[in-house]
């Protein structure tokens, strides 16, 4: 079996760029650090949760200076990698040469359900611990850590 190849550049998709995939270009920043250029966009880009600022915020990371980008503005060229987060929605059609990885995660957010505000929470906290699992396997398998 080869090796899986590293990756320079990486783009995180779902549909509205402001949950999901903001919080995986937040760790991804922060665990990748230099050694890979991060972004994140959306089919439908809206702005970033504030419930996903919250949630980052409580690991030490803050996502506030992010903003939710369309994917058509993404230049596909340099892209190597891209990483879609949408279970139950299309996810964004992205045209380039890059890797696909899907990582299907139910979206956080669940706008028509009636939840408190901790409740809520708890669903940005499972998205963020799963995405950070995913991270961490894919830094140690692609990035040598």
């Not at 702005?47 to 690991?59: C, F, H, S, T, W």
């Not at 990885?101 to 956080?108: N, R």
Request: overall charge negative; glycine content about 6%; aromatic content about 6%.
């Amino acid at each position: 079996m080869q090796p899986m190849q590293p990756f320079a550049h990486v783009l995180f998709l779902c549909v509205a760029n402001s949950a999901r995939s903001q919080m995986a270009e937040g760790l991804a920043r922060h665990l990748f650090g230099d050694r890979v250029t991060v972004q994140s966009a959306g089919s439908k880009p809206s702005r970033v949760n504030p419930y996903a600022i919250e949630a980052m915020k409580e690991v030490g990371i803050d996502i506030t200076g992010q903003r939710s980008e369309s994917v058509d503005d993404v230049d596909p060229e340099p892209v190597d990698l891209v990483i879609t987060l949408c279970a139950e929605e299309v996810c964004p059609l992205f045209l380039g040469k890059a890797e696909r990885l899907h990582w299907p995660m139910p979206d956080p957010d669940r706008k028509h359900a009636d939840l408190t505000y901790e409740e809520r929470m708890v669903h940005f906290r499972v998205a963020r611990d799963a995405i950070l699992q995913r991270l961490e396997e894919l830094a140690a398998e692609r990035l040598g850590g």
